[in-house]
């Protein structure tokens, strides 16, 4: 079974940066999309930033010239440097990717458990 594992989370005061790791386990699989997400309490799940197998992204507009998302389509990972952060960014982040299996012509949307990103003075 395919599993996403997030790291990196934690404690950062105003101003400061952090950078999230997110890893893709298993066999026989191909990720195509892969995006953070993160939920704040009483707000809904929002897409933070999203990339391709080609490396193309989008960012959501709170996050847009701060935040940055890359891959490494070799060992399946993805990750999120997060700069300038301020105590709006605090929420739970999520790593979701786009899997197909090799016996499989659909692909599916496997997400990670949430690390915890907490901006605070």
């Known amino acids: 079974q395919v599993q996403l594992v997030e790291s990196g989370g934690g404690l950062v005061q105003p101003g400061g940066s952090l950078r999230l790791s997110c890893a893709a386990s298993?066999?026989?699989?191909?990720?195509?999309?892969m995006g953070w997400y993160r939920q704040a309490p009483g707000k809904q799940r929002e897409l933070v930033a999203v990339?391709?197998?080609?490396?193309?992204?989008d960012y959501a507009d709170s996050v847009k010239g701060r935040f940055t998302i890359s891959r490494d389509n070799a060992k399946n990972m993805v990750y999120l440097q997060m700069n300038s952060l301020n105590p709006e960014d605090t929420a739970v982040y999520y790593c979701?990717?786009?899997?197909?299996?090799?016996?499989?012509?659909?692909?599916?949307?496997?997400w990670g458990q949430g690390t915890q990103v907490t901006v605070s003075s």
């Open positions: 979701k990717s786009v899997v197909r299996r090799s016996y499989s012509f659909e692909a599916d949307d496997y």
């Open positions: 990339i391709t197998r080609a490396g193309s992204t």
């Open positions: 298993g066999s026989s699989f191909i990720v195509y999309n």
